[in-house]
């Protein structure tokens, strides 16, 4: 005869039968979600990329209490929207496209906060602004948006060890679209120096004009030149070390990072008067002969990097003369790269020097 377990025995058996196949489906579940989530987190799945995101608060009215040294958000608020988020403290970096009222030129710009800006007893303060521009092409993206550079991150750490104020970072193109770039050959492509050439986009006017009113539309800022400044990397450096010498009314400081001293874009042909407009050789040698107002010109670049002698000459000739302040950084053994300057921002002194000579926070 053949045996037969008890009926409760059986019962048992099914149950732990049962409990091993859903156990084998959970286990399952959990491998293949731990392979998927890097692909789904890769393509975006699970962030907010894209999501609306403002940064406003204040008076609407751009005005702010009488007698205030900060300027509260004029409006109308662009349409920003998360491109990406800081890793180290989930902060976010946004996005919008923007008209220039003045150049007429549309383009991409791109923005960061501090923390301190949303902790509320800063709730009525206007915060400094750093333009940042990237070398290159400069278009469509402005390389200083992205995370794996760590100059948003840097700001932040450098701020809340007390070197560096907490800047709002601006990260505009720095150029129109560039067909040239298709070609092999990268010195074939084309830029604009950041400056007005004749019959061309006015990229000068977009980032001396129309990128400081996009944040002023949409930022507390600082009223005056103390809160506003330039970084940059080879042609942003460039770029942001002529904009603070031609327009010194508008702009205190730069950190200008292994760049051109004199314009040298194949567009200038034909146009050697306004060329000579936008050398900062020249700019330099008549804000010295007019006597001001000062400036703040933070300078760095490699020791080996082939346009370390124009600017040695021009620290040599202009430098601490006047109404013209230069502090020079020389990186040992450092690359024309942007992931070189950003640590030397620090390690050279040069974000705490022009950090010293701006405004902080302000009502």
């Known amino acids: 005869m053949t045996y037969s377990p008890p009926t409760s025995y059986r019962s048992r058996r099914r149950a732990s039968s049962r409990a091993k196949r859903w156990g084998i489906v959970v286990a399952c579940i959990a491998v ?52 990406g988020t800081v890793p180290e403290d989930g902060s976010k970096i946004a996005v919008t496209t923007y008209q220039g009222k003045q150049s007429g030129f549309t383009g991409k710009v791109w923005v960061w906060a501090p923390k301190q800006y949303n902790d509320p007893k800063y709730k009525d303060s206007g915060f400094p602004v750093l333009i940042a521009l990237p070398g290159g092409a400069g278009y469509p993206n402005n390389y200083w948006m992205g995370t794996n550079l760590k100059l948003e991150a840097s700001i932040q750490k450098w701020a809340d060890a007390g070197e560096s104020l907490p800047f709002i970072l601006a990260m505009p193109v720095l150029n129109p679209e560039n067909h040239d770039l298709d070609k092999h050959d990268p010195k074939a492509g084309l830029y604009w120096d950041g400056s007005d050439i004749p019959g061309q986009p006015k990229m000068g006017t977009w980032l001396t004009e129309d990128v400081p009113q996009l944040i002023k539309e949409n930022f507390r800022t600082i009223k005056s030149r103390d809160g506003w400044a330039f970084m940059g990397s080879s042609t942003g450096g460039s770029a942001g070390l002529k904009s603070v010498l031609q327009k010194p009314d508008k702009f205190k400081a730069v ?14 042909a034909g146009h050697e008067k306004e060329k ?64 070189t300057y950003v640590p030397n921002m620090e390690s050279g002194g040069l974000i705490q020097w022009i950090s010293q000579h701006m405004q902080g926070p302000v009502s």
């Open 276 to 339: 000579e407009d936008n050398d900062s050789n020249v700019l330099a040698k008549r804000l010295i002969a007019k006597g001001g107002p000062d400036v703040c010109l933070g300078l760095q670049v490699g020791a080996s990097e082939p346009v370390k002698p124009p600017i040695d000459k021009f620290v040599a000739t202009y430098g601490n003369k006047g109404p013209v302040k230069t502090k020079y950084h020389v990186i040992p053994d450092g690359d024309h790269n942007a992931a």
């Open 255 to 268: 950190i200008a990072s292994g760049p051109d001293i004199v314009p040298d874009s194949r567009l200038w």
């Open 32 to 83: 293949l979600g731990a392979v998927a989530w890097p692909v789904l987190n890769y393509f975006d799945v699970f962030s907010d990329k894209g999501d609306a995101i403002s940064f406003g608060g204040g008076s609407s009215d751009g005005k702010g209490s009488a007698g205030s040294k900060a300027l509260m958000p004029t409006g109308p608020k662009a349409d920003f929207t998360v491109s």
